[in-house]
T-cell receptor, first 110, second 115 residues
């Protein structure tokens, strides 16, 4: 199993550009989520999904969209990137009480 | 709103010493997690604590949970340099299902262990 994979690993955007961060898992987990990590802030929940076709907002959802068309994939879309979205983004999947985190995507918005 | 506070946020200690990191949370929870993060890396799961009085140990690390006090501790025994990292606690609000309703994280404890 590859576990939770994220692409790209690094990305630089200009303000106003859009892009999609990819997240996939091959463990058939129903639950997936996106977090952002900023210095000194810990991780904060952006969006989560409890299964295909079901998504919900977390603590900091503004500026981000998600969809869950398959169990395996949970992409995060930045509609119009802003410098405040410069962060490290982690995707996670969960099975019962275990959470599995991906390697992260480091995003810089200029 | 669930709030999670860790302290200390920064800790520098010498090898061979013992120390404890504290994690307080504000509302009832039935799951508490401890993670380790090395610079530039993802989170590594250390412990999942599910009930009052739960205690788990792995090597020089031991975690405990007191749900009545809403407090978890991560105790480091005879610290070694390899334990230098940032440690996070994270809490799932009671009633959230499956784990991906989301965790609320503390800000992390940056631990430096000097030889």
């Amino acid at each position: 199993n590859a576990g939770v994979t994220q692409t790209p690993k690094f990305q630089v955007l200009k303000t106003g550009q859009s892009m999609t961060l990819q997240c996939a898992q091959d463990m058939n987990h129903e639950y997936m989520s996106w977090y952002r990590q900023d210095p000194g802030m810990g991780l904060r929940l952006i969006h989560y999904s409890v299964g295909a076709g079901i998504t919900d907002q977390g603590e900091v959802p503004n500026g981000y969209n998600v969809s869950r068309s398959t169990t395996e994939d949970f992409p995060l879309r930045l509609l119009s990137a802003a410098p405040s979205q410069t962060s490290v983004y982690f995707c996670a999947s969960a099975y019962y009480n275990e959470q599995f985190f991906g390697p992260g995507t480091r995003l810089t918005v200029l | 709103e669930l709030k999670v506070e860790q302290n200390p946020l920064f800790l520098s200690m010498q090898e061979g010493k013992n120390y404890t990191i504290y994690c307080n949370y504000s509302t009832t929870s039935d799951r508490l997690y401890w993670y380790r993060q090395d610079p530039g890396k993802s989170l590594e799961s250390l412990f999942v604590l599910l009930s009052n009085g739960a205690v788990k140990q792995e090597g020089r690390l031991m975690a405990s949970l007191d749900t009545k006090a809403r407090l978890s501790t991560l105790h480091i025994t005879a610290a070694v340099h390899d334990l230098s990292a940032t440690y996070f606690c994270a809490v799932a609000a009671r009633g959230s299902g499956g784990g991906a309703d989301g965790l609320t994280f503390g800000k992390g404890t940056h631990l430096i262990i000097q030889p």
